[in-house]
């Protein structure tokens, strides 16, 4: 069993910042691309940002400059560092990972998601 576990949403006001984090634990052999999806209400499911296990990012346009992946490949985890929060940045965020499992299973696993809710 594969699990995601998100961390670190909450409630900032606009121009705050918030570090979200993701824990990808079970039956794991390897991990190759992780990545942030969010979620507004009424809109579709969107890639904020995703990161190789090597490093190369790219982000959605709206996040360059603010927001920055990054990974710590020892502990399976990815962050997203987010700064002068926009109240359109208001969403259910999801980690997401590419991964070959103990029995050697690719598939891509979703966490259940993290409320970022950015209001005054």
């Known amino acids: 069993q594969v699990q995601l576990v998100e961390s670190g949403g909450g409630l900032v006001q606009p121009g705050g910042s918030l570090r979200l984090s993701c824990a990808a634990s079970?039956?794991?052999?390897?991990?190759?691309?992780m990545g942030w999806y969010r979620q507004a209400p009424g809109k579709q499911r969107e890639l904020v940002a995703a990161?190789?296990?090597?490093?190369?990012?790219n982000y959605e346009d709206s996040a360059k400059g603010r927001f920055t992946i990054s990974r710590d490949n020892a502990k399976n985890t990815v962050y997203l560092q987010m700064n002068s929060l926009k109240p359109e940045d208001t969403a259910v965020y999801y980690c997401?990972?590419?991964?070959?499992?103990?029995?050697?299973?690719?598939?891509?696993?979703w966490g259940k998601g993290t409320l970022v809710t950015v209001s005054s």
């Open positions: 997401n990972a590419d991964l070959i499992t103990m029995t050697m299973n690719f598939g891509t696993y």
């Open positions: 990161i190789t296990s090597g490093g190369s990012t």
């Open positions: 079970g039956s794991i052999f390897s991990i190759s691309a």
